[in-house]
């Protein structure tokens, strides 16, 4: 399972950006999946994850402002974030949970990571 992060980049606090995480390659099916944000110094985060029945689990940072969805037919996983502020600023990785085989056992797979920088 491969996964492609995109729709980084700087905005102003208040703003809004949307990134978009697309899984690739071969497996049979994708069950979690969401986002995390690291910045430097600090410990990766979960910002949000959603099931594959659409059941959301939220940072409390980020809720009211973070509306994460996906589409299963896709295979992606967005992430549209309003009302920026600074402290979101980070490198926001995808994250999915899939199985290669209907008897696979789950594993867990990481996106490349795509920059947000909220300036203040």
């Known amino acids: 399972v491969q996964l492609q992060a995109s729709g980084g980049g700087l905005v102003q606090a208040g703003g809004s950006l949307r990134v978009s995480c697309i899984a690739s390659g071969r497996f049979f099916r994708l069950d979690d999946m969401g986002w995390y944000r690291q910045t430097p110094g600090k410990e990766r985060e979960l910002v949000v994850s959603?099931?594959?029945?659409?059941?959301?689990n939220y940072a409390e940072s980020v809720k009211g402002r973070f509306t994460i969805s996906r589409d299963n037919a896709k295979n992606t996983v967005y992430l549209q974030m309003n009302s920026l502020k600074p402290e979101d600023t980070g490198v926001y990785y995808c994250?999915?949970?899939?199985?290669?085989?209907?008897?696979?056992?789950?594993?867990?797979?990481w996106g490349q990571g795509t920059q947000v920088t909220v300036s203040s």
């Open positions: 959603i099931t594959s029945g659409g059941s959301t």
């Open positions: 994250n999915a949970a899939g199985r290669l085989y209907s008897w696979s056992s789950r594993s867990w797979y």
